[in-house]
T-cell receptor
Framework: SQKIEQNSEALNIQEGKTATLTCNYTNYSPAYLQWYRQDPGRGPVFLLLIRENEKEKRKERLKVTFDTTLKQSLFHITASQPADSATYLC???????????????FGIGTKLQVIP | ETGVTQTPRHLVMGMTNKKSLKCEQH?????MYWYKQSAKKPLELMFVYNFKEQTENNSVPSRFSPECPNSSHLFLHLHTLQPEDSALYLC?????????????????FGPGTRLTVL
């Protein structure tokens, strides 16, 4: 069966360090992968999308890599700040386009705590 | 008002009550979604409406009934719920995809309704 694995336990890092979160998947052939941020009691907010033919994507202090051979995505936050503390979700869409809507499957998320 | 809004933000109801959750999107999107998020579980897709037509019903119990009167509004009607239905219910919208057209379709979420069933 299809499975997305994220370390569901909290990741604690010191302010200023680089946080690295992992998303592993099995039995998927995703066309692309997305990362979302979710704060307590709020809905997820889209951060980055990376396609299957892209190795790396950057946005300000965020970097995402996508290794379809390892079936893994890494999400990095450089120069982390306490405001980066949140739960980060990875999401896969196995579709190759069409179908009329996006049937995305979400991981359980990793809770990041940046300590001042 | 911008983005995706949901009302109410919090709801406590008994198992015999009937209530409705409302979602409104101001983004001009054509697809809308209901998700359920329980503690220590990933987001569960419940319903999808694409261009006002329901295109997905993920084996959701009939005590949950969606309604999409237009592309901007989405409702989730609740009746005779169970305590295990207590969760955060999230609405999302996206541009919507036309069949046969390759695209990505980022979802924009509302703040959610925290539902407690007593």
């Amino acid at each position: 069966s299809q499975k997305i694995e994220q370390n569901s336990e909290a990741l604690n890092i010191q302010e200023g360090k680089t946080a690295t979160l992992t998303c592993n998947y099995t039995n998927y052939s995703p066309a692309y992968l997305q990362w979302y941020r979710q704060d307590p009691g709020r809905g997820p907010v889209f951060l980055l999308l990376i396609r299957e033919n892209e190795k790396e994507k950057r946005k300000e202090r965020l970097k995402v890599t996508f290794d379809t051979t390892l079936k893994q995505s890494l999400f990095h936050i450089t120069a982390s700040q306490p405001a980066d503390s949140a739960t980060y979700l990875c999401a896969l869409d196995p579709s190759q386009g069409g179908g009329g809507y996006q049937k995305v499957t979400f991981g359980i998320g990793t809770k990041l705590q940046v300590i001042p | 008002e911008t983005g995706v809004t949901q009302t109410p933000r919090h709801l406590v109801m008994g198992m015999t009550n009937k209530k409705s959750l409302k979602c409104e999107q101001h983004l001009g999107h054509n697809a809308m979604y209901w998700y359920k998020q329980s503690a220590k579980k990933p987001l569960e897709l419940m319903f999808v409406y694409n261009f006002k037509e329901q295109t997905e019903n993920n084996s959701v119990p009939s005590r949950f009934s969606p309604e999409c009167p237009n592309s901007s509004h989405l409702f989730l009607h609740l009746h005779t719920l169970q305590p295990e239905d207590s969760a955060l219910y999230l609405c999302a919208s996206s541009q919507g995809l036309l069949a046969g057209k390759e695209s990505t379709d980022t979802q924009y979420f509302g703040p959610g309704t925290r539902l407690t069933v007593l």
